[in-house]
């Protein structure tokens, strides 16, 4: 992706993480929304399960709606490939390039902590 963000509709997809983050997590895709603030992570936890993390930031009304799960490293291919594939659809071929790299680098990265490019 040239830029770091790519925005579609209400969403702003995120540039994939390469590396783990001080937690360990890869964060593979994310998108997020400024109306309301909220935001998605999908990606390889510190202890390499595939997760799904949600945020409400708009105000304290939905703070429970927050959570973080394990979830199945197909649930993550069928995330990637979706986001791919909204992507592709607006154009953004090099975006929706790098996802289906990734995606195909999903079973190294459960065994590892880092993504190459």
């Known amino acids: 992706m040239k830029n770091k963000t790519v925005s579609v ?3 702003q997809y995120s540039e994939p993480a390469f590396e783990a983050d001080e937690n360990g997590h890869i964060v593979i895709c994310s998108k997020s929304s400024v109306a309301p603030a909220e935001f998605f992570e999908w990606g390889i936890d510190a202890e390499k399960r595939p997760f799904e993390r949600y945020r409400w930031c708009e105000n304290d009304f939905y703070e429970e709606a927050n959570y973080d799960k394990t979830i199945s490293k197909e649930e993550l291919t ?3 490939e979706d986001i791919a594939s909204i992507l592709k659809e607006h154009g953004f071929d090099a975006a929706f ?3 289906n790299r990734i995606k195909t680098q999903i079973n190294s990265v459960l065994s590892k902590k880092t993504i190459s490019r």
Do not use: F, N, V
Request: aromatic share 22%; glycine share 12%.
């Open 78 to 80: 069928k995330q990637i």
């Open 9 to 11: 509709g209400r969403w």
């Open 97 to 99: 390039e790098q996802y």
